[in-house]
C-alpha cells in the first residue's frame, strides 16, 4: 500500500508561484499531479518518473509548472508559476506501479488563484 501526503495548496493572485508536494512511503514507477477544476473533470497535468526523471506535460501547464522528485526523501514537487484563475482546483498527486493506472492517491490539495 502506498501512501501519499500532499501539502502547500493557498490562495495566490494571479502571476504569483505556489509549490506543492507530496511525501510517498514507497517509491513506485511514476508519480502524477492532477487536478480538478468544480464542475470539471480532472485531469492530468504532470508526470515524472522516479527512475531517470522522465516528464510529461499537459499543454494547459507546459512552459509554468515543473514537476521534480527528490528520491531520498520520496517526495515529488509541482512548482507552479504564472498562476492563472483557470488553474484554481483541488490538486491530487498520485503513483502508479509499472504498467498500471495511478492506483494510489492523496487526499487533495485547493490552490485558489484569484484575479
Known amino acids: 500500500q502506498v501512501q501519499l501526503v500532499e501539502s502547500g495548496g493557498g490562495l495566490v493572485q494571479a502571476g504569483g508561484s505556489l509549490r506543492l508536494s507530496c511525501a510517498a512511503s514507497?517509491?513506485?514507477?511514476?508519480m502524477g499531479w492532477f487536478r480538478q477544476a468544480t464542475g470539471k473533470e480532472r485531469e492530468l497535468i504532470a508526470t515524472?518518473?522516479?527512475?531517470?526523471?522522465?516528464?510529461y506535460y499537459a499543454d494547459s501547464v507546459k512552459g509554468r509548472f515543473t514537476i521534480s522528485r527528490d528520491n531520498a526523501k520520496n517526495t515529488v514537487y509541482l512548482q507552479m508559476n504564472s498562476l492563472k484563475s483557470e488553474d484554481t482546483a483541488v490538486y491530487y498527486c498520485?503513483?502508479?506501479?509499472?504498467?498500471?493506472?495511478?492506483?494510489?492517491w492523496g487526499q487533495g490539495t485547493q490552490v485558489t488563484v484569484s484575479s
Open positions: 514507497v517509491r513506485t514507477f511514476s
Open positions: 498520485a503513483a502508479a506501479n509499472v504498467g498500471q493506472h495511478y492506483a494510489y
Open positions: 515524472i518518473r522516479w527512475s531517470g526523471g522522465y516528464t
